[in-house]
């Protein structure tokens, strides 16, 4: 639960994320709501043709596990204003260290020039 900061360090470390919003606002994906609709309308666009076309969708969901544990290691505190471009090459990074690791098989809907 939030709760209001009680002492001067809470207020400062809350004007400090303030100012951080207010500084990536015109850079980050999150605040940039015409993009995000654009490309949810063409999902939806591409998903009613592909269903008007008798192409249902397979999901392959043998990567989504490291998927969502890459995910889950990410500093979000600290990532959360990085441009949309830094965000997936800070993800690819991640993918490319735990490939080294465990290999990953590779997954064509996201990441196609894999193929």
Do not use: H
């Not at 009680?6 to 207020?11: A, D, L, N, T, Y």
């Not at 471009?85 to 996201?110: F, G, Q, S, W």
């Amino acid at each position: 639960m939030w709760r209001a900061p009680s002492s001067s360090g809470g207020i400062a470390r809350l004007a400090a994320v303030k100012q951080k919003l207010v500084a990536g606002r015109d850079t980050c994906l999150l605040f940039d709501t015409p993009r995000v609709v654009r490309g949810l309308e063409d999902l939806y666009r591409q998903m009613w043709a592909e269903y008007e076309g008798g192409r249902l969708p397979v999901p392959d969901l043998s990567n989504l596990e490291t998927y969502n544990e890459i995910g889950l290691e990410l500093d979000l505190e600290n990532i959360e204003l990085l441009s949309d471009e830094a965000y997936r090459e800070l993800y690819r990074e991640k993918l490319v260290a735990r490939d080294t690791v465990y290999p990953i098989r590779p997954d064509r809907r996201l990441w196609p020039e894999a193929m």
